[in-house]
């Protein structure tokens, strides 16, 4: 007789903190649940909201409305029987959380990309490129299995079946058609109205696709800029064919979170905008390796022009764009959550 296996994520989204804990969450959920694995979301209050796909997915969904200190027997409570695998990936959950569910879940697995806190946890996982066991010395017990680097990054299957087709049409070239401007699904710091300007002063002739989620306070602005800008734009609210955005576009303008991989597993060549200390580490790395380019410095999001002349130097440089596809596309082959799912067991 078959038992079914039971993993519970522990994770959160909202307009300020964004979606992409939950994201890369339900990649390896729907995952597992092929393989007949029943699991559950233990979430926060706007989570639904920022989200939407959570709540088509078909997982158990938990509303948490206590203080941290609760949420182990709130866990407990909801899923009785225990659960196989615990998967945190929450920058405000630490040791204290997984240690307080250890009589619970038979084995925890943390997703972070921080390197900041003590976790109590069986392994862990961090796609960060360049990542090093050393970073998590004195962090996790000596026996935590470390999943570490892109190779291990939690994409959706739709970007592993876009790749074939996306890395073809790059290498015919053709220069910057299209362009994808990407923020995150909440953008909460309202940056994108100041890219799409960017990228109207710029003088490109690319087509815009343009993704934003329905919660981001800036979309009422976003519609209208799209409506008057000089190229044509596209508005996408909760964009369900992302890969497919990606895969189309020549370039894409987005923040240096966690979308970062998903760019890199089609080739696409990116300028980063660092809008929260999170997301240096990725787009410092990718930097280097040749896979994105920066603009602006710190965690303040550059000015129109700082856009405008970054999108124009790319344009006019198709060696470099070339350069570009090429390492982005050596960093993540798109298997990860095959990988993972297969370390967790059948």
Not at 26 to 35: F, Q, W
Not at 134 to 143: C, I, L, M, Q
Not at 183 to 203: C, F, K, N, Q, Y
Not at 211 to 220: E, I, Q, S, T
Request: with cysteine; aromatic share 4%.
């Amino acid at each position: 007789m078959t038992v079914t296996k039971t993993a519970v994520f522990r994770a959160d989204a909202s307009p300020e903190i964004g979606g992409g804990h939950i994201v890369r969450c339900l990649a390896l959920a729907d995952a597992l649940a092929e393989r007949g694995w029943r699991c559950g979301f233990a979430v926060g209050a706007r989570s639904l909201e920022t989200v939407p796909a959570l709540g088509r997915a078909g997982h158990a969904v938990q509303i948490l409305d206590m203080e941290e200190a609760g949420e182990p027997l709130a866990l407990a409570d909801h899923w009785p029987e225990a659960a196989d695998w615990l998967i945190v990936d929450h920058y405000g959950r630490d040791a204290a959380l997984e240690s307080a569910c250890r009589p619970w879940a038979r084995n925890i697995l943390v997703i972070d990309d921080l390197a900041d806190r003590d976790h109590d946890c069986d392994i862990l996982l961090d796609q960060t490129l360049g990542r090093q066991a050393a970073d998590y010395v004195d962090r996790v017990a000596k026996d935590c299995r470390l999943l570490l680097g892109p190779d291990y990054a939690l994409l959706r299957p739709a970007f592993s079946a876009q790749r074939a087709a996306a890395l073809a049409r790059r290498e015919k070239g053709g220069g910057i058609r299209r362009i994808l401007v990407s923020m995150g699904a909440s953008d909460p710091h309202s940056v994108t109205p100041v890219v799409l300007e960017g990228i109207a002063r710029s003088g490109s002739e690319a087509e815009i696709d343009v993704v934003l989620g329905a919660a981001a306070p800036a979309l009422a602005e976003v519609q209208g800029l799209t409506r008057r800008m000089p190229q044509t734009a596209r508005l996408h609210i909760d964009a369900q064919n992302m890969a497919e955005l990606m895969a189309e576009a020549d370039l894409a303008i987005g923040a240096g979170g966690t979308t970062c991989w998903e760019r890199c597993c089609l080739g696409l060549p990116s300028l980063l905008l660092v809008l929260a200390e999170n997301q240096e580490a990725i787009t410092a790395a990718l930097v280097r390796a040749g896979a994105a380019r920066r603009v602006g410095n710190g965690t303040t999001a550059p000015d129109a022009e700082s856009v405008a002349a970054a999108t124009r130097a790319f344009a006019d440089d198709e060696i470099g764009q070339r350069q570009s596809a090429l390492m982005a596309r050596q960093l993540v082959d798109g298997r990860g959550v095959e990988r993972v799912v297969e370390i967790l067991g059948p």
